[in-house]
Every structure is written in C-alpha cells, then in structure tokens.
C-alpha cells in the first residue's frame, strides 16, 4: 500500500519552512495516478510560496508495481543516518528471503535499488517500455564507445563519464533515445534496436551479468566490471 506522511521542507532560495508530503512506499496498483508523478518528478518536488523556487525532495521511497512486478527501492545518499540505513538493508533482505517451500514471495519480479529521483524515473520508464535495464545499460556502454570515436580525447572523457538515461522508444523502428547532460546542457543519441538485440544475445548468454539475490544497483559501473 501506498503510505504518505508530512515532514518540515526548507526552501532553498529563501529559507521558507513548510510541511510537505512524502511517501514511504507507493503502490501504482493502488493508486496508478502516482504513476505519473513519479514519471514526471513531481511527487519529488515542491515550489515555494515565498519565492517561487521549486525545490527537489530527498527521501527514502519503495516503488511498487504488482501487475508488472517491478519494486525500486530509492535510497538517496544522505538521506538516512547509518542507523536508518541498516534497518532499511535489514527489510530488503526480509522482502526477498525464501519461504518454506524455497521461494521468496517477491519471486519473478524485477528488484531494484537506486539512489536518485532520476534513475528511479528511468528505471520505470525501461519497464513501461518492455525493455531490460541489464540490456539497456550494455546499449549506453557501446553507444558511449561509439560516440566517443568521433571525439577529442577531452570531450570522449567528459562523455564517458556523462550520465546516459534511457527516455524512450521512438520511431517506427523502435529507436532508442537516450539524454546525457554535456557541457551544460542537455544532448541527445540514438541507437537502432538491432543493437538492443545484440546486447540481449550478450546477456543470455552469460548469465553472471544477470542480477540476483535481492535489491541489486544496476548502472553504468554495475555493467562496466563485465568489461574489463
């Protein structure tokens, strides 16, 4: 179920103090209209009355989608003590411990843990999509290489060490778009899906880049140990 509380935000611009929402867990099969504002950010963000500023919210969440079986656990850096931080790693481990009968009661599903609003927002994003984010992080790594061959050594630094998100699947292709941030501003790159095809064969076939036991951060330094 999905559980909202209030606590005390402080305004980053002005210093104005006020109760927000936040939630502790959100279930979309509950409530699918906080689907959409996980998509879009919203459900971590609030705007000043004072000022205007919008400010960005940084707590510890448990996303759930039981029709699609997804469960991302947002954990933000900062955000908890190490106090709060070994309870939460404690109820991961009890979310995904086996029963009697060898089988945990989140069997099947896809099992997440992030540490940003925007990887959360990513990682929902690959799933709606039908896609793999295993996959869709192989897909950065060579598009990141391929990308980079056609760089300074500087700008291929910079590039490599650019957060890619996924952002869609568009055309009638089924091109895949991705979003880094580049020098300031925001840039775009697209790959075919033969490549999201190939990267699938890869990771059939070598089942150790498979995540598993539990919440498992799966990112760019996640796929790039299967590389060196």
Excluded at 185 to 192: E, K, L
Aim: with cysteine; charged share 25%.
């Amino acid at each position: 179920m999905s559980i909202a509380t209030e606590t005390t935000a402080t305004c980053n611009a002005c210093g104005h103090v006020q109760k927000v929402k936040v939630f502790g867990s959100i279930n979309v099969a509950e409530d699918f209209g906080l689907k959409s504002k996980v998509k879009d950010g919203s459900l971590f963000a609030w705007q000043c009355p004072q000022c205007g500023r919008w400010n960005l919210l940084k707590y510890m969440t448990l996303y759930h989608d039981p029709e699609s079986r997804l469960m991302v656990w947002l954990v933000p850096e900062g955000a908890m003590d190490m106090e709060q931080e070994a309870l939460v790693e404690k109820k991961m481990t009890y979310l995904t411990e086996e029963g009697e009968d060898g089988k945990s009661s989140l069997e099947g599903y896809v099992l997440r843990k992030v540490g940003e609003v925007g990887d959360l927002i990513e990682k929902v994003n690959i799933h709606d999509a039908g896609l793999d984010d295993v996959v869709i992080e192989m897909c950065k790594y060579f598009a990141k290489m391929e990308l980079g061959e056609k760089l300074s050594e500087e700008d291929r630094n910079k590039l490599y060490e650019a957060p890619f998100k996924f952002y869609r699947l568009e055309g009638p292709d089924n091109d895949l778009t991705f979003s880094y941030p580049m020098d300031g501003q925001m840039q775009g790159a697209q790959i075919g899906f033969k490549v999201y095809e190939d990267c699938s064969g890869i990771v059939s076939r070598n089942p150790k880049v498979v995540p598993h036991g539990g919440f498992v951060v799966v990112d760019a330094s996640w796929i790039a140990k299967f590389f060196k």
